[in-house]
């Protein structure tokens, strides 16, 4: 292929000066050559190349082959091109990239093929520790049921037969689901494993702490936070990164897998005097309180009811539910706010915009209704819906 040999101090002016011309070639690289760089030419360009570039050495270089832009492109080294082309249409593009995890589902057309996917993501996925199957939540904490399948071990992408041959802590080590992510600067420890948490939530992280600014100022002080269903802490690590956004805290899940690692999220921005596992709720602080606990018995303890500002609700199934036992956390005679989600189908909005109405009185001066917002699908009938509250309590 024709390339244009330019020094390097002059690789940006000429590639630029090339692509307003139209005479670059279309995907192909910038080679290196010593000291010069090879620019690709098209097929368009004039032989020899006129001013401002003539002068300049013109060469033949052979391409790389060109890096695929798909996974799929990458399938065929594990699935025949017949088997492939059947299939069309069920192929997964979607999946879920959680730090060095890549977590995926699959349609029952194609689960044969399980590890073969897996293989072909893990080779595109080049800063990818393993690749998992994800089968979907279950239990009382619904925690992901997560199939281990490929693994990169020693720059190689390897699967389950090879994995099984390596020693059990290697093994073990290369199929943890224990990862960290990083949101809008924020790093979170994670465990799909063990403890609930979507990264596709982190939007709704982001605008709680929107939220949350707002209601601080309206207050003019630190505001508060009660999070029952915490989980692993990603909402309240997004606040705590803001200085002087939180006062007391409440951060609690019925989970201790994830408790656990919410002590070490909370550790990491600054909450002191924690327990060094996971314990029942107590008070770490002076009106921090972290641990163990069932929601539904929060308001109960004199020293948690019309303590908190801000009350997040993420138990999205059993939200309606749970809400008026949460409510006397709420702090009286002033404003305070509930965010909540609630997975709906769209046939039901309308009686669940009437009852959130209903429970969620008497609003704020000027405040807006709480009406379901819808977020994104949950699944082929219904919604994750959010919806916000802004409060007065006189007593």
């Given at each position: 292929m024709r390339h244009l040999s330019v020094p390097k101090r002059q690789t940006q002016s000429m590639f630029l000066q090339l692509?307003?011309?139209?005479?670059?070639?279309?995907?192909?690289?910038?080679?290196?050559?010593?000291?010069?760089?090879?620019?690709?030419?098209?097929?368009?360009?004039?032989?020899?190349?006129?001013?401002?570039?003539?002068?300049?050495?013109?060469?033949?270089?052979?391409?790389?082959?060109?890096?695929p832009r798909r996974w799929l492109e990458r399938l065929p080294q594990w699935v025949?091109?017949?088997?492939?082309?059947?299939?069309?249409?069920?192929?997964?593009?979607?999946?879920?990239?959680?730090?060095?995890?890549?977590?995926?589902?699959?349609?029952?057309?194609?689960?044969?093929?399980?590890?073969?996917?897996?293989?072909?993501?893990?080779?595109?996925?080049?800063?990818?520790?393993?690749?998992?199957?994800?089968?979907?939540?279950?239990?009382?904490?619904?925690?992901r049921n997560l199939e281990p399948l490929a693994a990169r071990h020693d720059g190689e992408v390897i699967g389950r037969v090879e994995l099984d041959s390596l020693e059990p802590d290697v093994r073990t080590e290369l199929l943890s689901t224990r990862s960290r992510v990083r949101e809008h600067g924020v790093d979170i420890d994670i465990d799909p494993g063990t403890a609930f948490f979507s990264h596709r939530l982190q939007t709704e992280r982001f605008r709680t702490v929107d939220s949350a600014l707002a209601l601080?100022?309206?207050?003019?002080?630190?505001i508060a936070v009660a999070d029952p269903y915490c989980g692993v802490g990603p909402a309240l690590a997004h606040m705590l990164a803001h200085t002087d956004l939180?006062?007391?805290?409440?951060?609690?899940d019925l989970n201790p897998k994830a408790v656990e690692l919410l002590l070490v999220?909370?550790?990491?921005?600054?909450?002191?005097?924690?327990?060094?596992?996971?314990?029942?709720?107590?008070?770490?602080?002076?009106?921090?309180f972290?641990?163990?606990?069932?929601?539904?018995?929060?308001?109960?303890?004199?020293?948690?009811?019309?303590?908190f500002d801000l009350l997040l609700i993420n138990l999205p199934h059993d939200t309606l539910h749970h809400l008026p036992h949460l409510l006397p956390l709420l702090r009286r005679r002033s404003t305070s706010l509930v965010r909540g989600w609630v997975v709906a189908a769209e046939d039901d909005m309308d009686e669940?915009?009437?009852?959130?109405?209903?429970?969620?009185?008497?609003?704020?001066?000027?405040?807006?209704?709480?009406?379901?917002?819808?977020?994104?699908?949950?699944?082929?009938?219904?919604?994750?819906?959010?919806?916000e509250a802004w409060l007065e309590f006189s007593t």
């Open positions: 692509a307003e011309r139209g005479w670059l070639a279309p995907r192909a690289r910038v080679l290196e050559a010593g000291e010069e760089r090879l620019l690709p030419l098209s097929e368009e360009a004039p032989a020899p190349l006129p001013a401002p570039f003539e002068g300049l050495e013109e060469v033949d270089a052979e391409q790389p082959a060109p890096f025949s091109e017949e088997e492939i082309k059947a299939n069309e249409g069920y192929w997964p593009n979607a999946q879920e990239p959680l730090g060095d995890l890549l977590l995926f589902k699959l349609e029952k057309e194609i689960q044969q093929y399980a590890q073969e996917i897996a293989l072909a993501k893990l080779a595109h996925h080049r800063g990818v520790r393993a690749a998992f199957w994800d089968r979907g939540v279950e239990g009382e904490f619904r925690v601080k100022e309206r207050l003019g002080r630190p939180i006062g007391d805290l409440l951060a609690s999220n909370l550790a990491r921005k600054g909450v002191t005097d924690l327990p060094d596992r996971p314990e029942p709720l107590s008070e770490v602080s002076p009106g921090r972290v641990g163990i606990a069932d929601a539904l018995t929060l308001a109960d303890d004199p020293a948690l009811a019309g303590r669940i915009n009437a009852e959130l109405m209903e429970v969620l009185r008497p609003l704020a001066q000027g405040a807006p209704p709480p009406i379901l917002e819808l977020r994104r699908p949950y699944n082929v009938t219904e919604w994750l819906c959010r919806f």
